[in-house]
């Protein structure tokens, strides 16, 4: 197998900007799987029918939230996520997600996107990859 181009690692380090949580092109979506409807139901103490009515829509068979403003509803004015305990796995695991974990992505719209990219500690190529396989596996097994 050979080696991936980031073999040696990736500088991230979230800067707290809220860029990620405001939409672009690429990135419009906030995908739900099962296990983050659970937790949001329960930290905004709604009933699931309640939560999917108020905060969520359909987009390519999958639930997402509905993001009717350039923003995701859930951040706040001071620009921080205010279910930051409950928020989702796409949330919790940017920016190592396997489709910017190519090269052009990464070093394009990735990095154009989020500051944080190129700064902080290294996360090694290891835990990069099991951060982006175990994201996969949340959604497939939704
Ligand atoms: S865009 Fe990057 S640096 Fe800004 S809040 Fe999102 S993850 Fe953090
Ligand atoms: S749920 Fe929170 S972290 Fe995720 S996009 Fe919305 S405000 Fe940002």
Redesign the pocket.
Known sequence: MPKPWFHKGLRFECTQC?N??RTHEEYSF?YLAEGDVSALTEHLQLDRATFLERHCQEEDGWIT?RIDKP?????NEAG?????EA??K??RTWPFWVENLKRTTWEGPVSDCCPGIGKGELVDADEVKRIAIETELWYEDS
């Open positions: 809220g990620c949580c906030v939230l923003a995701c509803p859930f951040l921080g996520c205010s279910v930051y928020r989702p796409q949330c």
